[in-house]
């Protein structure tokens, strides 16, 4: 059993990466969410129907571990995709923050409903491998978190059916970074598949740099 991941600063590094999230084009408006386990247990998550560019820490919302809300400004409600951050938290203990984003190359995989692979070298260190596609569910329910869940077996992303894509790691910030690289793998493999499609690399080459990621997910840096 792992000790359960918290976040320093929780909300201070929620609304940071939020805004970065905004900055790289990985959403737009108030799409996608992002939330960080505190050291109580609790969760800080991102509010539903506000700008990213306008969002300041009041405006984040704490709930607990079954999304009750503990402490929210008036008239903010926490996100309307909070249940797949909460089926993520509660599945893995070795995590602090999830994000949800609707990144373009990434999710022009998720509507194929084909995984990204992969095809760059060390891909699977930050990653844990190719990039699995999770069964379908509608936006907001429960299934949509218990999809997630499995795609994200052994994994720091999965795509989300028709929707976008969700990130699991230590803190905000290197959630960030995986949601960055996998949206970068995304556009890069499509440019490969017009030139003949992505060479492979070996497994088992891939095999090793997945127990380096099994290793660095269990004693982030």
Request: proline share 6%; aromatic share 6%; charged share 20%.
């Amino acid at each position: 059993m792992t000790s359960v991941k918290s976040v320093p600063d929780p909300e201070t590094a929620v609304l940071g990466a939020a805004k970065e999230m905004l900055r790289r084009g990985l959403v737009e408006g108030t799409a996608g969410n992002l939330s960080a386990r505190r050291s109580d247990g609790n969760i800080v998550i991102t509010p539903s129907s506000v700008d990213y560019a306008d969002m300041e820490l009041d405006d984040l919302v704490l709930v607990d571990p079954e999304g009750a809300v503990l402490q929210a400004k008036d008239g903010r409600h926490p996100s309307s995709e909070m249940q797949l951050h909460l089926a993520c938290f509660s599945a893995f203990d070795d995590i602090g923050s999830v994000i949800h984003s609707h990144p373009v190359w990434a999710t022009m995989f998720a509507i194929s409903h084909q995984p990204i692979p992969a095809c760059i070298d060390e891909f699977a260190v930050y990653c844990g491998g190719d990039i699995r596609c999770a069964d379908y569910a509608a936006s907001g329910t429960p299934d949509v978190g218990a999809n997630a869940v499995k795609a994200l077996e052994g994994r720091g992303a999965a795509l989300i059916a028709n929707h976008g894509l969700v990130a699991v790691g230590s803190r905000p910030d290197k959630v960030l970074h995986i949601t960055a690289l996998v949206e970068r793998t995304a556009q890069i493999v499509w440019g490969a598949r017009a030139l003949g499609g992505p060479v492979p690399i070996p497994e088992d080459v891939n095999r090793n740099f997945a127990g380096v990621y099994g290793y660095l997910r269990a004693n982030p840096m």
